[in-house]
């Protein structure tokens, strides 16, 4: 069994973990598992929940502001 | 099934002209033996099989060896090649031609791919790659198995998933502890012991309603309750001042206390003079780990007045002088790593100052600023000086001529504004203190600075509460897929482990059977999130692990090559090809015979490429594959590389020296045969022999004691063995006892039909007592107190009824 055909199978044996493993997918190469591109995109998750935070508490715009 | 028909290497390594192994003899399939001495350019056949299959040499590539020097040197690159030709309905050939404009990827043709597809274990072992497996840890234990049963990628996946969950976990932590410093600060200003948006909405409200403002419902309208506030804080001018200072306390309070450096920094210049006295000297620091490994080397060798690395004899005390250098260089390298390590320190203490002055320096309060005008030209100064120190720290000791920043203003300036923490901070104390009398404006005030504070923190808190749930469930899910992984690569090792047990029991238990107490090895998976694998063995019924707590280093090889054999046998069953290289060079010699014996007696159906530098084995082996081809490596030569011959055995080279009438050679060659013969099967048979000092046999002494073992051992009331009438024969029938007495005479003259005689008659007599099977002469054996005289596997049984004729 090739590695591909591992991650298929456990979508199957593991439906709940299907769409964080159709998620992780684009990072397994040749050679390997893509880290550090996986954690910057992490990175950018954390970044992103600062950013909607701020958006949620921003004053709103009204008349006089 | 594939066969390999020819392997041929050109321009490759230690190989200039073509070499050609021939696995075909008769229009059969057959395997190869190769004998050469060492430096001959045998292990260049491997290293080519091996770079046809994987594009690099292993072995090599660790000793840093580039592709770019693979091919033959006077070749330039040029057709440099390893080529295979097979029997198969669907793969013919493949070849690898090194590729000049890219070393790392050889131009392939033929059926590669699938070849591949049926050469799934690597079929070559060389003998450093049996000491290395049984040497490795554990852990690279655990990588070389996985790799090698085809789950290379998963465990390269496996790896890098674990890196990465450990940094996010990493990550996780620091924002678990983020959340909780939050969740305190929160609780501390509200004065509620939980934290989520209905108490802080409480608490704002609760101030709200004290400054007559409109009370909210959510808290992103939070901002209108602060809003509000700071209008009224605006126009009570005490109210606004006292939250300006309130604001500067918290700041200063984060500023202070604030380290003194000055002392730091004399430290690391007094250091750095001491080293610089030593300049001359230090250049020489690279040269330590030459004087430590000198000082080891010299300790091991016998002679000590000479240089181990030049040769030359020292005129004085080697041993001393070396020692004393060593010492000098060390006391330097101490005093090199104090430098650092203060330097280091150092850096690490401005630059922490250097971001509180970042912080403070924010302040825009203009009465703050008014108050503290000399405390914030202070900071200005250091924030734009102090960058400047820093660089001039960093900087490497051999790129400064002087190190004098003890004086330097900034430097200064730090441990001055640090003895003013307590003026500094009564002042603000004070302020506030005046500014509070009025009770009202210093309620406004204290509220204004917990609504802005509770806002700032609950925001920061949900955004870490969020960042936790979303790093939780990515850990979470990664450390299931990294754990469902990892139990698929250990299930798959275990499966494997599982099925080749018996092939490797054999094996081991085969090539070890002299020894009646360490038996059944297995491989034994650690399982659990650590990946390991460790050995194991039977002694006397007892199971020890590690196996090599009670191997000798040639048992310990044994396993290795059974763990080899059986993982080729299970894994390559549509490819049956093994490439032998020295393999027996640990093992002892009368061990040696063991490892033909258990190719015939389990691996019959494979193709062999055995290589060996060692005589006996060579001999042995062709002894028990007369069909193999043989190859002889005479020689090397730069311009050509080997110089190679196909080599007939002992028994063909008898017959051809017969066949062309020249019975000297023949009866000499006869002699040496037969005494290594006589030799076995005495061995065997436990012949009590007479001994000699001078330890030089003539061949009756040798064959005497023999047939008369034969005939003590084989008796049955009335009757005679076969084999003793075939001695008779051999004796009176053939010029044997007299050939026994001269065959090394040249100018005894024989002929080559007397010499023929001889040869036949014992041949006849060999076909007797060596089995074909397994390529065994008879022993004599006792199991369960019943005497046996015949092969290992049991076919050949001279005691047999049918094998004696009356009297």
């Not at chain 2, 009224?232 to 604001?247: D, G």
């Not at chain 2, 698929?488 to 099925?499: D, G, M, R, S, W």
């Not at chain 2, 290992?792 to 047999?800: A, M, T, V």
Request: negative net charge; proline residues 2%; glycine residues 4%.
């Amino acid at each position: 069994m090739d590695f591909n055909s591992w991650l298929t199978q456990t979508k199957i044996d593991e439906p709940d973990l299907e769409s964080f493993i159709v998620k992780l997918e684009p990072y397994f190469s040749e050679i390997g598992f893509r880290g550090n591109i996986f954690e910057r995109k992490v990175t950018a998750g954390l970044s992103k929940i600062d950013s909607d935070i701020d958006e949620l508490l921003k004053p709103e715009l009204d008349v006089e502001n | 099934m594939l066969k390999i028909n020819k392997i041929t290497i050109e321009n490759f390594r230690g190989i200039k002209s073509p070499v050609n192994i021939d696995f075909y003899k008769g229009g059969r399939p057959t395997s190869a033996l190769i004998y050469g001495r060492n430096g001959t350019g045998k292990s260049s056949i491997v290293d080519g099989w091996e770079w046809l299959n994987n594009s690099k040499i292993d072995y090599l590539s660790k000793e840093g060896v580039s592709e770019k020097d693979y091919p033959h040197k006077l070749c330039d690159g040029e057709n440099s090649y390893v080529e295979i030709a097979f029997t198969h309905s669907d793969i013919h050939n493949i070849k690898a031609l090194f590729n000049k404009s890219r070393i790392t990827t050889p131009i392939r043709s033929g059926e590669y791919e699938e070849f591949k597809m049926q050469a799934i274990y690597p079929n070559y072992l060389r003998y450093s790659d049996l000491q290395e497996f049984v040497y490795k840890s554990k852990g690279d234990k655990y990588r070389y198995i996985a790799k090698f049963f085809g789950l290379e990628q998963f465990l390269k996946n496996q790896s890098d998933l674990q890196s990465s969950f450990t940094r996010i976990s990493n990550q996780l932590a620091h924002f678990q502890g983020q959340l909780q410093n939050l969740e305190q600060s929160v609780t501390k200003i509200s004065g509620d012991t939980t934290v989520n948006e209905t108490t802080v909405v409480s608490f704002i409200n609760s101030i709200a309603v004290k400054y007559q403002i409109n009370e909210i419902i959510d808290f992103k309208d939070s901002y209108k309750v602060k809003q509000a506030l700071s209008e009224i804080v605006e126009a009570n001018p005490i109210a606004s001042e006292l939250a300006a200072w309130k604001a500067f306390q918290l700041k200063l309070n984060q500023f202070y206390s604030l380290p003194k450096v000055v002392l730091d920094c004399v430290e690391v210049e007094t250091v750095f003079n001491e080293l610089n006295k030593d300049e001359g000297i230090i250049t020489k620091l690279i040269l330590i780990d030459l004087y430590s490994s000198a000082s080891e080397t010299l300790a091991k060798l016998e002679d000590k007045s000479k240089c181990p690395v030049c040769d030359n004899v020292f005129e004085g005390d080697l041993v001393k002088h070396i020692a004393d250098k060593h010492k000098v260089l060390e006391t330097l390298n101490n005093k090199k790593t104090e430098y650092i390590t203060k330097k280091d320190a150092l850096v690490k203490k401005l630059e922490q100052i250097s971001r509180k002055v970042a912080i403070i320096k924010s302040e825009t309060n203009e009465k703050v600023l008014l108050s503290f005008n000399s405390f914030f030209s202070d900071i200005e100064f250091l924030d734009s000086e102090m960058p400047n120190s820093i660089i001039e720290l960093k900087k490497l000791f051999n790129d400064l001529e002087r190190l004098n920043i003890s004086e330097r203003n900034d430097i200064l300036k730090i441990d001055l504004i640090s003895e003013k923490e307590i003026e500094y901070k009564e002042i603000v104390t004070n302020k506030i203190k005046a500014l509070s009398e009025d009770k009202n404006s210093k309620d406004l005030a204290t509220n204004f600075g917990n609504v802005i504070e509770i806002i700032t923190g609950y925001t920061s808190y949900l955004k870490c509460e969020k960042k936790v749930s979303y790093l939780s469930n990515i850990t979470t899910k990664l450390n299931r897929v990294f754990t469902k992984l990892t139990s698929f690569i250990q299930e798959q090792i275990q499966n494997t482990f599982t099925a080749i047990q018996i092939d490797l029991n054999y094996c081991y238990n085969f090539l070890e059977s002299s020894n009646q107490f360490l038996k059944n090895p297995e491989i034994k998976l650690v399982t659990g999130r650590d990946k390991a694998v460790e050995l194991e063995i039977e002694f006397a019924d007892e199971k020890i692990s590690p196996a090599y707590k009670f191997m000798s280093e040639s048992q310990v090889n044994s396993f290795g090559l059974a763990i080899f054999l059986s993982a080729v046998k299970y894994f390559n069953s549509d490819f049956k090809f093994i490439i032998l290289d020295d393999v027996v060079n640990s093992f002892d010699s009368f061990k040696r015979p063991k490892v033909s014996q258990l190719l015939a007696a389990r691996f019959s159906d494979f193709q062999v490429l055995m290589l060996t530098h060692d005589q006996i084995f060579f001999d042995t082996v062709q002894r028990d594959f007369p069909q193999w081809n043989r190859y002889k490596f005479t020689s090397w030569d730069y311009t050509t590389g080997p110089r190679c011959s196909f080599s007939n055995n002992y028994i063909e080279e008898i017959q051809k020296l017969i066949d062309d009438d020249d019975p000297i050679g023949a009866g000499q060659k006869l002699g040496r045969y037969l005494e290594m013969i006589f030799g076995i099967v005495n061995q065997n048979l436990k012949t009590p022999i007479q001994y000699k000092l001078e330890n030089v046999y003539t061949l009756s002494e040798f064959f005497n004691p023999l047939v008369k073992r034969f005939k003590d051992k084989l008796k049955l009331p009335n009757k005679k063995h076969i084999i003793s009438n075939s001695f008779l024969e051999f004796e009176q029938g053939t010029i044997f006892r007299n050939y026994c007495a001269h065959y090394k005479n040249e100018a005894t003259q024989f002929t080559s039909d007397e010499i023929d005689g001889v040869f036949k008659k014992w041949m006849e007599i060999e076909e007797q007592i060596y089995c074909d099977s397994c390529k065994s002469y008879c022993h004599l054996e006792n199991v369960d107190s019943i005497e046996y005289v015949r092969c290992n596997c049991g076919s050949l049984d001279l005691k047999e009824e049918e094998k004696f004729i009356n009297n």
